[in-house]
């Protein structure tokens, strides 16, 4: 797949076949679903027809394209504004639909986005950065490790590699331990700050190495400067929102693992990857 930029989606968009066939382009080997010939031709309504047997096929009726009733078109534009982090609000205006649809529209990406991250799921290893962030806005109380109404994330960064997180009731030694255990391969080194919560990983098959965040926050390789670099990629992002529901913030969350996993990547194109399976 070429890098899909603004201009190229525009040729793309202008015309509802021509978005019909760039999907169908990327449909690893399709098929005729009853004799299996290669061979087809592009009908009206998204449907193709069997060179073979002749028979009509809709192959986007088993994508997640499907789950939305709009053109190929108002789709491939919706991804784009996701890719660009444009809110439903402004898609609304961009892609010419309802808020509600544009809403329903991201809340589909981001389903696949969490489903997809399930599927990869890999047990982190080599040298690993453990910490928690709070989320919520702004709120009055206490701050940090205590606060209140706060939903508590807790993340874990593979040095050289991908980010895990996952949003805990507390920070209590248990909770570090078995969200740490769910995605750190044993024998692993876990870099963290003193927070007593992750004493316990020295009993669970880590080698563990802490920081004190407030006298030195690197000291040479114990340190946990690439976790805290994720949380301000997060809540950068997250702030653009103006509130997030607590039912719907672990698909915002889990979308900024993702952004931050394929970063250097075309989004788009992973994202076209993603609604097609």
Not at 157 to 183: H, N, P, Y
Not at 216 to 223: A, D, L, R, S
């Amino acid at each position: 797949m070429n890098h899909v930029d603004l201009m190229t989606l525009g040729r793309i968009v202008s015309d509802e076949r021509r978005c019909f066939e760039y999907l169908l382009r990327q449909l690893p080997d399709y098929s005729c679903p009853y004799c299996h010939s290669p061979d087809y031709y592009i009908m009206s309504r998204q449907r193709v027809r069997c060179k073979r047997c002749r028979k009509d096929t809709q192959p986007l009726s088993e994508t997640r394209f499907s789950l939305l009733k709009i053109p190929c078109s108002t789709w491939l534009i919706l991804l784009k504004l996701f890719e660009l982090s444009i809110s439903a609000l402004k898609a609304e205006k961009e892609a010419g639909i309802s808020y509600k649809t544009a809403l329903k529209g991201y809340d589909i990406i981001r389903h696949a986005i969490v489903e997809n991250l399930a599927e990869n799921d890999e047990l982190l290893k080599g040298e690993g950065e453990a910490d928690e962030a709070y989320f919520g806005g702004k709120r009055k109380g206490k701050r940090g490790r205590g606060a209140r109404n706060k939903t508590i994330v807790f993340g874990i960064l593979e040095r050289g590699g991908k980010v895990s997180v996952s949003i805990v009731q507390d920070v209590s030694a248990q909770s570090l331990m078995t969200e740490t255990v769910k995605r750190v391969r044993r024998g692993s080194i876990v870099y963290t700050d003193r927070w007593r919560g992750y004493d316990s990983l020295m009993f669970c098959g880590y080698k563990h190495l802490n920081i004190d965040h407030w006298y030195k926050f690197k000291q040479g390789k114990v340190y946990i400067n690439g976790i805290e670099g994720f949380w301000s990629f997060a809540k950068e992002r997250l702030i653009k929102h103006h509130g997030i529901s607590r039912h719907k913030f672990l698909y915002y969350i889990k979308e900024m693992e993702w952004r931050y996993n394929n970063r250097g990547k075309d989004l788009f194109e992973v994202l076209v990857e993603l609604m097609l399976h």
